[in-house]
């Protein structure tokens, strides 16, 4: 999916992929986390959130978590990212394994929960991810 242009059926395709058999999609990618745009999905990749969650493993529903983004830096808003707002996403933030919030995580109203990720803005070595 993120080896070229992302389009809107190339989204839509991902999000379906599998549907009656993946049970949780972790994505995090979505619009530019520059702090300027909403961006929000087109129209099949909202169809196959919707499709999915509501009839996705033979009626069970999938799962889509969503990262909250990466835009800390420049002031981005995941309130105004539409992948990470939607009602059929689970959005998840970063936080720190000492608890601080990153220096790259954006905050919104849909946070759902956060993880443990890189390092925080205090925290000297920044290359520590957990996955």
Known sequence: MLDGAATDVIEGL???????YIDIYTC????????????KPGFFAS??????AK??????????????GNGGLTDDDCNCDGYTTS????????IS????????????????AVTFSGASHREADENKIVS
């Open 14 to 20: 991902s999000l379906g992929y599998r549907a009656d």
């Open 97 to 112: 394994d000492h608890g601080l919030s990153t220096y790259y995580t954006e905050t919104c109203a849909s946070t759902i």
């Open 55 to 68: 009839k996705g493993r033979g009626g069970k529903g999938n799962i889509f978590v969503w990262a909250t």
């Open 87 to 94: 009602i059929y996403t689970v959005s998840i933030g970063a």
């Open 47 to 52: 169809r196959s959130l919707e499709i999915g």
């Open 28 to 39: 995090c990618w979505g619009p530019k986390d520059d702090g300027k745009r909403f961006g």
